[in-house]
C-alpha cells in the first residue's frame, strides 16, 4: 500500500512539474462559444499531453530503472522499478534494514521449525511449528510433566491433556503422599504394648493404660508405669501401731533347757488391704532376779537358728518363725540380785509372718538359764508394725 501511494505521488509531482502551457495554435482564440474554438482547444489539450508524456510520464516501453534516482528516468521506469524489487522480495541489502525482509519472514514454502529457538528460523517457520504441536495435541505425557511445573499451559482442549486433568492428577499425587503421610504419623500414635520398654516413638513414651506400676527410675518404663507408681507411693503412707500381750505374772527360765509359753497377741482393727511393711516384737519384763543366792546367773548359750535359745511368734495356726535371739551371758545377774526389768528386742523383720489381722502366739524356745531361778516379773510381748494402704 505504501509502494501504491509512493507511485501516485510521483505521478502528481511529474505532472504538477511539467513544461508550461503551449500557446495558441494556428492563431486560432477561443471563441465564447462553438465550432473553431473548440477544436483549438482540443488541440492545445493533446499537444501537453504528448509532450508530457514524452518527457516525464513516460512510455509502456520504458526500461526498469535501477539504482539510485536520477533526473532522466521516468515515472514508468520508477514503477517498474518498484514492481521489479517487490517481487525480488526484498533480497538481502536491496532496501533500509529496517524494513521487513523475506529472509526473517520466511515465505509460504518455508517449512515448519523443531525444537527450541533459535537465530536463524523465520516467522513462518515458527508458526508452522506451533500449529504442528497444536495439530498432534501435545501426544500423551509430551506435555503433562512440563504443565504441572508451569512449563506449558493447556487450557482444556479435547485432543490433549487439559489443565484441569494435570492439575486433578497433581492433586491426586500430593493427596496419596498426603496420606501415606497420615498413615505413617497415626501408626506412631496408636497405643503401644502393655509394659514395652522400647524408646522409639512418642506413643512409647507416654506408654499403655494397662502398663505395671514402676517405683524405681530407670530408662525402660512409661510415662503411664511411673505414675502409676508414683500414685501408688503416695498411698503408701506408713502408719505405725503397737499391740500388747496381757500381762504374764512371772517366767522363770530353768536350769534345764525347756520351752516356755509366754502369750498371745491380738492384731486387730487394720484397714481392708493394707500391706504390713514393717514388723517388730519385743518382749519386756517389770524386773529381774537372780533367785540364786550362791553365784551370778545369766541366759545360758547363744541363739540357735531354728533350734534352741530363741523367741518365736506364730500367725494363728501357722509355723514358728524365730523373732528375738540371744547371746550367751546376756542378762547376767549376780547372786539374789534384782534389778529394773530388761526390754529383749527382736532384731528380725517379721512382716513375712505378721501380715495383718490376726492372733500372734509367742514361745521361747529351749529357754535355759545358767543355773535355776532367773526370774522374769510382769511380762509382756509387743507387736510393732508399720503398714500401708493402697
Not at 29 to 36: F, H, M, Q, Y
Not at 135 to 153: H, M, N, P, Q, R
Request: hydrophobic share 45%; aromatic share 6%; charged share 10%.
Amino acid at each position: 500500500m505504501k509502494r501504491m501511494y509512493l507511485i501516485l505521488i510521483i505521478i502528481l509531482l511529474a505532472v504538477s512539474c511539467g513544461p508550461p502551457p503551449l500557446p495558441p495554435v494556428g492563431g486560432i482564440t477561443p471563441g465564447p462559444s462553438g465550432g473553431d474554438a473548440t477544436l483549438a482547444n482540443q488541440t492545445i489539450i493533446i499537444n501537453a499531453i504528448s509532450a508530457l508524456g514524452g518527457t516525464s510520464i513516460g512510455q509502456m516501453t520504458d526500461a526498469s530503472h535501477t539504482g539510485a534516482t536520477d533526473n532522466t528516468t521516468t515515472v514508468m521506469g520508477y514503477t517498474k522499478q518498484l514492481v521489479t524489487d517487490e517481487r525480488a522480495g526484498f533480497t538481502a541489502g536491496a532496501k533500509d534494514s529496517t524494513v521487513a525482509k523475506v529472509a526473517d519472514t520466511g515465505t509460504v514454502a518455508t517449512a515448519a521449525h523443531t525444537g527450541a529457538v533459535d537465530a536463524i528460523t523465520t516467522i513462518v517457520g515458527y508458526i508452522k511449528q506451533l500449529v504442528t504441536d497444536e495439530i498432534a495435541g501435545f501426544t500423551a505425557g509430551a506435555k503433562t510433566a512440563e504443565l504441572i511445573s508451569g512449563a506449558a499451559v493447556d487450557f482444556g482442549s479435547t485432543a490433549k491433556t487439559s489443565l484441569q486433568t494435570a492439575a486433578q492428577a497433581a492433586i491426586t499425587a500430593s493427596s496419596l503422599a498426603t496420606s501415606a503421610g497420615q498413615t505413617t504419623i497415626i501408626n506412631d500414635l496408636a497405643v503401644p504394648t502393655a509394659n514395652a520398654s522400647t524408646n522409639t516413638n512418642e506413643r512409647d513414651v507416654i506408654g499403655n493404660k494397662t502398663d505395671t506400676a514402676v517405683t524405681t527410675v530407670g530408662t525402660t518404663a512409661s510415662n503411664a508405669a511411673m505414675i502409676k507408681g508414683i500414685l501408688a507411693d503416695q498411698g503408701k503412707q506408713l502408719t505405725m501401731v503397737t499391740f500388747y500381750s496381757d500381762p504374764v505374772l512371772g517366767l522363770t527360765l530353768p536350769a534345764s533347757a525347756g520351752t516356755l509359753a509366754i502369750g498371745t497377741v491380738a492384731v486387730a482393727g487394720l484397714p481392708a488391704g493394707v500391706t504390713v511393711v514393717h514388723a517388730k516384737c519385743f518382749l519386756v519384763s517389770r524386773i529381774i532376779e537372780n533367785l540364786d543366792t550362791a553365784a551370778t546367773n545369766y541366759i545360758d548359750g547363744a541363739t540357735v537358728a531354728n533350734t534352741s535359745q530363741v523367741i518365736q511368734v506364730k500367725k494363728g495356726a501357722g509355723a514358728y518363725a524365730d523373732c528375738i535371739t540371744f547371746l550367751a551371758g546376756q542378762a547376767s545377774m549376780y547372786a539374789s540380785g534384782r534389778e529394773g526389768g530388761p526390754v529383749f528386742v527382736c532384731a528380725n523383720d517379721m512382716a513375712s509372718t505378721i501380715t495383718g489381722n490376726d492372733t500372734y502366739t509367742f514361745q521361747w524356745l529351749l529357754a535355759k538359764a545358767h543355773s535355776a531361778s532367773l526370774y522374769l516379773q510382769g511380762v509382756h510381748c509387743i507387736i510393732q508394725l508399720w503398714y500401708s494402704v493402697p
